[in-house]
Structures are given as C-alpha cells and as structure tokens.
C-alpha cells in the first residue's frame, strides 16, 4: 500500500511543526499540504524549513483546496477552525483526526455532521499512555465506590487557553463512566471562598498554569484512610503528533464514523 497522505492544519503552530516533522520521518505517511490561516506570516514558506528539517517542496498555504489531493488531515488548531475543517474534510472524503479542545455544542454538531460522511478520530488526548490511564480510571472508579472521592488535577504551559483540559475532561467522563454517573452533573469545577465540605459524588477538578509543562495529570481516589493516584506527565509534545499519525493510519479506508482514541488502541469495540 502506498504511504497515506496527510495535510497538516495549523502549520505553523507548535503541534504543527512536530507534526510534520513526524510525517517525514514515517515511512508509512507522507505530507501531501500545510494549512493555516489566513494572513498567517508562515504562508508561502517550505513547510519543512518551517519544521526544522530539510526542505520539501510544499508551501504552507491557507487555501482548502489541498485537501483534494490527500488521504487525511491532522488537526490541532482551534475549535471554530476544527469545526470548518470538519465540513472540508467530509467535503474531500478523507480521515479527519482532531486533536483540538474546548469545543461549543454547535462545533460538536458539525463535526458530527462530517462523521456521517467520512471517519472523524476525536480525542482530549492523542497519547496511547494518556488513553490506556483513561482506561485504568474507569475501572478504578468503577471498583472503588463513592466513598472514594474523586479528584483530578491538571497542569500545562502557560499559552493554553482552555480549562480544564481536554485531557482532565477525558479523564473525568472515564471516572463518571466508572461509577455510571454524568460527568456534566456530577463535577465541581470551581472552589473559592466558603464553600461548604465536598459533595459525596462530585468529581473535582483543580487547574494550573505555568512555565512550559507540556502535560501533567493526576486522578486521585481519596479514601478513608487511605489515597490511590493515578498519574500521566508528558515531557515531549512528540507523543500526541505520533498519537495522532498512527489514528489517520488506523482511520485511513475504514467506514464514516466518529470514532475515538480507544478504538484506535483497541479498548472500544466501536464508534463512539
């Protein structure tokens, strides 16, 4: 089979640049564009300068038309761009894999729309090491009942701009999935002042910003007694690009559908 072609969504960004750094080095991918937006100062320049490698004959462009001649496009940008992407890519009929966060119902809504017509892989997280915690949350808070109390911490960059992470909310719906609760009615978000003791049930969510932490995540069980932690630190943003490179390659000729990175890794049995 010849190497899957990838587009690359928000060149010129961190993500972006390791992204198609990655692309060049597997032997299974190869890059086929570089988008960004419009008006971007990155726009003309050789998407492997841009990268730090050596050059490759495609200029970053802002123009959607790229997508015609590729397999898959690899996304972390940010949600309204996603969302428009979404269409684009269902548009061209290539694997959509989003690793962007913070997304409006109306953003959901059509990259739900995308994944009726073409694969869409979804994840808070691109990490295999992130999606296999995930996993261990789940059971651990399936197996640890409400007397255990739930509490997630998170730690990134000081450039990121939403709260709390995508990662800390996939976190989170693991451990309501666990104790076969929602996360939406069943997560404190926010402590500030006199705020009475702990609900019995809530997931807690705590947040920090600082310096240049990549990822840093912690889910504790806290008992009577006795504290389980669970806990993921990412030093090199490396692991979520080859996350996400190996989800084109998984979702590449499978049916439309949205699907997550537990299928990818094996841990779901179908579309989520």
């Known amino acids: 089979m010849s190497a899957m072609r990838l587009v690359v969504a928000g060149a010129g960004g961190r993500m972006g640049r390791t992204l198609i750094r990655l692309i060049a080095e597997t032997e299974a991918t190869t890059l086929a564009g570089a988008l960004e937006r419009p008006g971007s100062a990155e726009i003309g320049r050789d998407a492997g300068s841009l990268a730090g490698i050596a050059p490759i004959g495609i200029a970053v462009t802002a123009d959607n038309e790229v997508l015609a001649g590729a397999d898959g496009i690899v996304d972390f940008t940010a949600p309204a761009a996603s969302a428009a992407l979404a269409t684009a890519a269902a548009s061209a009929g290539i694997v959509h894999v989003i690793g962007t966060t913070g997304f409006a119902p109306a953003d959901e809504d ?82 500030d002042g006199h705020t009475g003791p702990r609900k019995r049930g809530d997931i807690g969510f705590a947040v920090a910003r600082g310096g240049s932490v990549v990822g840093r995540h912690t889910v504790i069980f806290a008992g009577e007694g006795e504290v389980l932690e669970l806990s993921h630190e990412a030093y090199d943003r490396a692991i979520f690009a080859r996350g996400a490179i190996k989800a084109a390659l998984w979702a590449w000729k499978r049916a439309p559908g949205r699907y997550s990175m537990a299928d990818v890794v094996g841990q779901s049995a179908g579309k989520t």
């Open 110 to 191: 059509a990259i739900n729309a995308a994944a009726k017509r073409t694969p869409v892989v979804q994840s808070g997280n691109m990490s295999l090491g992130v999606n296999l915690l995930a996993r261990l949350v789940e059971e651990a808070a399936r197996a640890l009942d409400a007397q255990f109390d739930i509490e997630i911490t998170e730690m990134h960059h000081r450039h990121k701009v939403d709260a709390p992470s995508g990662t800390a909310l996939l976190l989170g719906t693991a451990a309501a999935a666990g104790r076969g609760v929602d996360l939406a009615t069943h997560s404190a978000r926010a402590r």
